[in-house]
């Protein structure tokens, strides 16, 4: 869109700055919520870039509407799929068959790899909430200094998951962002977060075995977490995990990756009270007792449908009947429709009512942040900023995607918010690909990488890995704070070689 009125560059660059900086100061100091903080923002910069009232309006509507058109079934179907499979118990069993499969030794990487892939679908909160208790149980299986190899683990599949991996709220709020086709986007997020869990969990199991970990000061009595005695097997408002930590700390607003959006606010050692809204509980016996490839199978040939539908594209093949069911929307709902039907037969329609209700009130705060997240992105696109960076950059060069990396880095270490800073990095610099040929995927990938980096205090999985697995506040800084920054290193070392071949 033309801006109404004629703006120099170095204006559009420093009101860009200035919006994104009045949109951290927003949330950070003033703890305001991040959806108004980034319509604010996107309102600055199109009136101070010359786009004019009528312009700035179509940019911060078009780009809600624009984003949710193209992503917003998409994270309802994942969602609502990742409820039902909580509320049928499958990651339980997951966890089960992964320890007979892989053994104690093998075990922090396979749950780093699961968590990261084929659990994506499921709302992070949730996922931990229902994993960590299974990963402490498991911790001393798996030999010396098991219990921060798994919460590492945890942490690490958590985080590279939400931004790297197809239906992980990031991965495709960045896709929609960008315009990268969702085929393309899972496909290479799959080639960046093995090598990128794998590395980084091998990483940090050296530096746990050497000596960095301290039981007596890095370790602490858990929060008891779990479904109270007597709860109702299907209704959905069986109890929450409890908080059983003295000055457990408060929760405030969190963003739909975990990342808290309110600041440090109550933070201090020895807090992490669960949140109260994470989730139903799992529901009691089933009716009959599926095999997990049955229960699993509908998301995984959902996912396959959709890299089925990219792999014939990027070949030039056409096939109509995998070019429907290829895409994403149809493939999605495929996998939803499937994975209702399995839980239906196997724990009844009760089960399925509070699964869909679950799915619905935690698919809302993400629908909206995603929504303004493209309204921010297209009013800087608007505004011109492609041409003016495309200037610096072409397409052989690392400098775009190690910008957008750092962007995002220093984004996330202000708000806390994986996904609001992977957005907000990739909405910066997305007009610069069409200008210099580079792949939108790879911003996509960069930004997500960037917004791992230094997960601390102002997160609520930094606060749920502390208080679930038993960990002091130092001792998370290490096992999730400083393994999650790793993994955002070596996500960038691995993508910027795909720069070379994408």
């Known amino acids: 869109m033309p801006r109404g009125i004629i703006v120099s560059d170095t204006v559009i660059v420093v009101n860009t700055a200035v919006a994104v ?71 339980e069993r997951l966890v089960s068959a992964l320890l007979t499969a892989c053994g104690p030794r093998g075990m922090p990487y396979a749950t780093a790899v699961t968590v990261s892939t084929a659990l994506q ?25 098991g219990l921060p190899r798994m919460a590492t683990a945890l942490a690490i599949g958590l985080e590279c998951g939400i931004v790297f991996m197809v239906p ?11 315009g990268v ?18 590395i980084a969990t091998g990483i940090m199991s050296v530096l746990l075995r050497r000596g960095w970990w301290d039981p007596a000061r890095d370790e602490q009595e858990p929060v008891a977490a779990g479904v109270p005695a ?6 959905p408002d069986t109890a929450a995990p409890a908080a059983g930590s003295a000055g457990g ?18 933070a201090g050692p020895g807090g992490g009270a669960v949140p109260a809204a994470v989730g139903t509980a799992v529901s009691g016996t089933a ?16 996912l396959l449908l959709i890299a089925a539908g990219a792999v014939l594209d990027a070949a030039g093949i056409t096939h109509p009947v995998i070019a429907f069911l290829g895409e994403p929307v149809i493939a999605l709902l495929l996998a939803l429709i499937g994975t209702t039907a399995v839980v239906g037969v196997a724990h009844g329609r009760g089960m399925v009512e509070a699964a869909v209700s679950d799915g619905f009130r935690e698919s809302g705060q993400i629908l909206i942040l995603t929504g303004v997240g493209g309204s921010l992105a297209t009013t800087i696109s608007d505004a011109g900023l492609g041409e003016i960076l495309g200037s610096f950059f ?21 708000i806390g918010s994986v996904t609001i800073s992977a957005i907000t990095a990739a909405g910066v610099l997305a007009p610069v690909a069409p200008v210099i040929g580079l792949a939108p995927v790879l911003i996509a990938l960069a930004a997500g990488a960037g917004a791992l980096f230094a997960v601390h205090v102002t997160s609520n999985t930094f606060w749920l890995l502390q208080s679930l697995l038993g960990q002091s506040v130092r001792g998370t800084l290490k096992t999730c704070s400083v393994g999650v920054s790793i993994a955002s290193v070596v996500a960038i070392l691995v993508i910027l070689p795909l720069s070379l071949v994408v």
């Open 121 to 145: 679908s499921i709302f992070v909160d949730v996922l931990l909430v229902i994993s960590a208790p299974l990963a402490r149980r498991i911790a001393p299986r798996i030999g010396d200094k």
């Open 168 to 178: 992980g709220v990031g991965a495709v709020a960045l896709a929609g962002v960008l």
């Open 181 to 198: 086709p969702l085929g393309q986007m899972l496909i290479l997020g799959l080639v960046v977060v093995v090598p990128t869990v794998l």
């Open 249 to 266: 700390r408060p929760t405030g607003t969190g963003s739909p990756d975990g990342g808290g959006t309110d600041g440090g606010h109550g």
């Open 287 to 302: 009716r009959r007792e599926l095999p997990l490839a049955l229960l699993f199978g509908p998301l995984l040939v959902g």
């Open 21 to 91: 900086l009045a949109v951290v100061v927003l949330i950070v100091r003033f703890r305001l919520n991040p959806v108004i903080s980034l319509v604010i923002g996107a309102v600055y910069l199109g009136l101070t870039a010359g786009l004019g009232v009528t312009g700035t309006v179509d940019a911060v509507t078009g780009g809600f509407g624009d984003i949710l058109a193209d992503v917003g079934l998409l994270i309802a179907f994942g969602v609502l799929t990742g409820a039902m499979l909580h509320h049928a118990g499958a990651i």
């Open 394 to 414: 072409s397409a052989g060069t690392a400098a775009p995607l190690l910008m957008v990396w750092l962007i995002a880095a220093v984004l996330h270490v202000a």
């Open 230 to 235: 007597g709860a109702d097997a299907d209704s």
